[in-house]
């Protein structure tokens, strides 16, 4: 896992601009941004978190929600949409662009990404700028699906390895091609070699990035002394995962490979593939009370995603020299005040530009004349005074 430090996005970046046209509840709206930390606050439904998941989609992916795009766009709108953000680097300014606008409102696709008014893949954006995100219906992600943690996880390696991405596509679109031969009873054995090759050179990346992804955040979590947000041990289970470290490379390769040709009836049954990085699992456990993190209570999980977050954005910060851009939504609803005052410290201390979002103001009154506030109202956004 490398990052190479004399890319554009290699310091802190943090957008001066954000530009909306027919993004969810916005049909036009232009903000002025400061960098560190900045507060959303307004009622439920005004269109706080719809801010957020502007700002998620500067990097892969559907963004935070991972909404299908033609539930993006603004009802009543042009039947597509356009996020436009200025950012400021330590290489100057750039400007990116993303969104639907002017492609077909029937097909369901990608979307356009320019950077500099060029056209590049969504890839890219991790050249320029991190996004990371805490939403509240993570406030499950220790007692829901492996999957959940799994993308999780895939989120946080993304940050620092851009090439995770393509890599898990790359896995993802031969599973599925194994798969259809499953359902089509074919048993070509040419067919599935050359398929299963593919999944056993992604897959086993795959995992490797994982656990190199959890050794270095164990170690950042380890440097972290006791504070308001546990610490949290963190472990993989999976097929492939119990092999790294204990193998070479192309031992667990050549394993992945005889566990796949001699599975195919298991898994033609099965109507699915049932080995390789897609079943692995993120464990979690709450060390100071050696208890697993699906058994602690709500605020206790929270404050252990919040550290492990916390931890990953200094993880960024050693490894690439800058931190990501946080996007924390209702953040403070469920911290006590002691918890509340910590974590902006620690934000403050990280030079992050971050973006938290509440439904009172009131919760973020002691970071007033520190950080920027902004009223968001149902598709209008205005300076609050306080600030």
Request: proline share 5%; aromatic share 6%; glycine share 10%.
């Amino acid at each position: 896992m490398t990052f190479d430090p004399t890319k554009p996005g290699a310091d802190t970046v943090h957008i001066c601009k954000l530009t909306l046209t027919d993004f969810r509840n916005y049909a036009s709206l232009s903000l002025a941004l400061r960098p560190g930390l900045v507060v959303f606050s307004g009622e439920n439904g005004a269109g706080k978190t719809n801010l957020l998941e502007a700002i998620s989609l500067l990097s892969p992916g559907r963004g935070l929600r991972r909404a299908p795009y033609a539930e993006v766009a603004r009802e009543g709108g042009s039947g597509g949409f356009a996020v436009h953000a200025e950012l400021d680097g330590p290489n100057g300014t750039f400007d990116i662009g993303t969104g639907t606008a002017g492609l077909d409102p029937g097909m369901e696709g990608g979307r356009r990404v320019r950077i500099n008014a060029t056209p590049v893949a969504a890839d890219d954006l991790l050249d320029w700028l991190r996004v990371l995100w805490l939403t509240p219906s993570m406030d499950a992600l220790f007692t829901g699906p492996a999957g959940d943690r799994r993308r999780f996880l895939d989120r946080l390696v993304l940050a620092i390895d851009p090439q995770h991405g393509r890599r898990a596509q790359d896995y993802e679109k031969a599973m599925r091609s194994r798969n259809r031969l499953l359902a089509d009873g074919s048993r070509d054995g040419r067919y599935f070699d050359a398929i299963e090759m593919q999944m056993v050179e992604a897959g086993t990346a795959i995992a490797a990035a994982r656990a190199e992804m959890v050794r270095l955040l164990a170690a950042m979590i380890d440097r972290q002394p006791q504070g308001p947000f546990p610490q949290a041990d963190l472990a993989l289970v999976g097929f492939l995962e119990a092999m790294i470290g204990q193998a070479p490379a192309v031992e667990i390769e050549e394993a992945f490979r005889a566990a796949l040709a001699s599975g195919r009836e298991r898994d033609r049954a099965a109507g699915r593939t049932l080995d390789g990085p897609h079943r692995s699992d993120l464990i979690v456990r709450h060390r100071p009370k050696s208890m697993p993190a699906e058994l602690c209570s709500t605020g206790e999980q929270k404050a252990l995603l919040v550290g492990i977050i916390l931890s990953h954005a200094r993880l960024c910060g050693d490894v690439s020299g800058g931190v990501p851009i946080l996007l924390l939504d209702e953040i403070a609803a469920h911290l006590d005040s002691g918890r509340r005052a910590a974590l902006f410290s620690i934000l403050e201390d990280l030079g992050s530009q971050t973006f938290m979002t509440g439904t009172e103001a009131d919760l973020f009154s002691s970071i007033v004349g520190r950080a920027q506030f902004l009223t968001v109202d149902h598709g209008s956004v205005r300076t609050t005074d306080a600030s």
